[in-house]
T-cell receptor, first 111, second 113 residues
Framework: DAGITQSPRHKVTETGTPVTLRCHQTENHRYMYWYRQDPGHGLRLIHYSYGVKDTDKGEVSDGYSVSRSKTEDFLLTLESATSSQTSVYFC??????????FGPGTRLTVT | DQQVKQNSPSLSVQEGRISILNCDYTNSMFDYFLWYKKYPAEGPTFLISISSIKDKNEDGRFTVFLNKSAKHLSLHIVPSQPGDSAVYFCAASARTGANNLFFGTGTRLTVIP
C-alpha cells in the first residue's frame, strides 16, 4: 500500500470556523490531490499540486485553499467552514500520469 | 456536467457468477480509464486500468473492456466472490498536465453467498 496518511480522520466543527486537513506521504511522489466524496457525485477534485509550491484548482475549489511547502505534505484549508462542506475528504498521490493512490479519508461535519 | 457516468447505482450477483459493471463517458479527449474499489470507511483502491490504444485488459479475475466508438467501458469480475462486495468507481483521464481524474458516481456491488 502507498504510504499516505490523513489527519484528522474525523472532525466536527462549527459554521464559520477555519479548518485544516493534512495529507502526508512517504512515497516522494510528485503529484498530490484533494478530492471530496458526496452521495450522487462520486469523487470530485478540489485542488491538486504538481510540485512544492505548485498548486492549481480543480472542479470544486470555491471555499478551499491549499499549500504544499514540502514534497511530503499537502494541506487543505477551509477558510470559513459551511454546512455544504460536510463531506468525506480524500487525499491522493501519483508519481505521474498513471494511477492515483488514495489515503484513508477524513470525515468532516460542519454544524 | 458529469463527464463519466455509472447509471446503475447497485448490482447484486450470486457468488461464482459473473459481475458486469458499466461506465459511459462523454469527453473524447479521455485516453486512460481506471476502476477503483471502495470499502466503507476506507479510501478507494486501484483495481485495473486500460489505455485507449487497447480494447481489453485482464488481471486475474478482473477484465476491463473499452469500446471507444461507443464511449463505453465495462468491468467483468469472474467468478464473483463475497469479498468483492464494495462500491466500484470508474474514472477517466486525458493524461495531460497533472492527470486529473474524473470519476463516476459509483456502483454498489453485492455478491450473495
Amino acid at each position: 500500500d502507498a504510504g499516505i496518511t490523513q489527519s484528522p480522520r474525523h472532525k466536527v466543527t462549527e459554521t464559520g470556523t477555519p479548518v485544516t486537513l493534512r495529507c502526508h506521504q512517504t512515497e516522494n511522489h510528485r503529484y498530490m490531490y484533494w478530492y471530496r466524496q458526496d452521495p450522487g457525485h462520486g469523487l470530485r477534485l478540489i485542488h491538486y499540486s504538481y510540485g512544492v509550491k505548485d498548486t492549481d484548482k480543480g472542479e470544486v475549489s470555491d471555499g478551499y485553499s491549499v499549500s504544499r511547502s514540502k514534497t511530503e505534505d499537502f494541506l487543505l484549508t477551509l477558510e470559513s467552514a459551511t454546512s455544504s462542506q460536510t463531506s468525506v475528504y480524500f487525499c491522493a498521490i501519483s508519481p505521474g500520469p498513471l494511477e492515483q493512490y488514495f489515503g484513508p479519508g477524513t470525515r468532516l461535519t460542519v454544524t | 456536467d458529469q463527464q463519466v457516468k455509472q447509471n446503475s447505482p447497485s448490482l447484486s450477483v450470486q457468488e461464482g457468477r459473473i459481475s458486469i459493471l458499466n461506465c459511459d463517458y462523454t469527453n473524447s479527449m479521455f485516453d486512460y480509464f481506471l476502476w477503483y474499489k471502495k470499502y466503507p470507511a476506507e479510501g478507494p483502491t486501484f483495481l485495473i486500468s486500460i489505455s485507449s490504444i487497447k480494447d481489453k485488459n485482464e488481471d486475474g479475475r478482473f477484465t476491463v473492456f473499452l469500446n471507444k466508438s461507443a464511449k463505453h467501458l465495462s468491468l467483468h469480475i469472474v467468478p464473483s466472490q463475497p469479498g468483492d462486495s464494495a462500491v466500484y468507481f470508474c474514472a477517466a483521464s486525458a493524461r495531460t498536465g497533472a492527470n486529473n481524474l474524473f470519476f463516476g458516481t459509483g456502483t454498489r456491488l453485492t455478491v450473495i453467498p
